[in-house]
């Protein structure tokens, strides 16, 4: 495995609300990626860390023990961040492992998108990474559905163009929140029951949460085609996609790593 990553290889940490993904890129190939939990605050060391934790799994040079900047050459990175907080600690994480000073998603870097949109500044790093990937994976035109802490829509056009979205909440949120506004209403598990009408207060939850949500996808999607006038390709991801995926009216397909995916593309436009 390590004679097989000594190419140049691309490091690429997207850091959302509630995981933070690392996946590293060899030859245009995700050779692998891992999952940890987003905290609230973060160290210097605790990012660096990570990341050694995470190369080491690879048997990367850079995380021996007696590690150089010149074994570290052999790796760059690109970060993607939407948690204020934490990005200046992850952005010189990566600068003091990095053979170059890393790329951040952010307003001017090339992504190859046309934004008709009001504020393209508004628009998540990961979500315009999640565009970039499903655009050379599936094409165009289509929705990306993000199930993870919100339900993110982003939409794109016949020509390309990103048109605009739709955000509600995530299933993990809905649940929290029906917990907490409702006393004698536990949080549950998110797994779907095998009838729609639950036969206990569990199931009952779970059905309400999941096959409601995959109503609301099913009924945006039928909303978003009428508005632009034809049917699109449709993509699931995030945390929750493969248990949404099965319940919806419209054909879907899972998209893995979109994110990952994504931020390598960009990171290869930029460094032409």
């Known amino acids: 495995m390590k004679e097989a990553l000594q190419a140049p290889c691309v490091l690429g940490v997207d850091v959302a609300n509630q995981i933070t993904r690392l996946g590293l890129f060899c030859n245009d190939l995700l050779q692998t990626s891992w999952s940890v939990t987003t905290p609230a605050r973060i160290t210097l060391d605790e990012a660096r860390l990570t990341i050694k934790s995470f190369l080491g799994e690879l048997n990367m040079d850079c995380c021996s023990k007696e590690g150089n900047a010149a074994q570290t050459a052999s790796i760059e990175a690109i970060l993607s961040c939407v948690v204020p907080d934490l990005s200046n600690t992850w952005f010189e994480a990566l600068r003091s492992m990095s053979k170059q000073r890393p790329l951040v998603v952010s307003p001017g870097i090339k992504t190859g ?10 628009v998540g790093s990961d979500r315009i990474a999640d565009m ?71 199931e009952s939850i779970q059905s309400g949460i999941l096959r409601g949500e995959a109503a609301s996808i099913s009924g945006l999607v039928e ?8 049917q699109t390709t449709v993509i699931l991801s995030g945390e929750h996609a493969d248990l949404l995926a099965p319940l919806l009216n419209c054909e879907a397909s899972i998209g893995n790593d979109l994110t990952l995916i994504g931020l390598h593309e960009i990171y290869k436009l930029n460094r032409k």
């Open 223 to 230: 909303m978003i085609w009428r508005e632009l006038g034809y």
């Open 113 to 122: 998108l046309h934004m008709n949109y009001n504020y393209p500044s508004e």
């Open 132 to 202: 970039v990937a499903a655009k050379k994976l599936y094409g165009y035109p289509l929705i990306i559905v993000d199930c993870d802490t919100t339900i993110n829509y982003q939409v794109l056009s016949h020509d390309g163009s990103y048109v605009g979205g739709l955000i509600s909440p995530g299933l993990a949120l809905s649940a929290q929140a029906l917990s907490q506004a409702a006393a004698r209403l536990p949080i549950v598990e998110l797994s779907l029951p095998q009838t729609v009408l639950g036969k206990n207060t569990r």
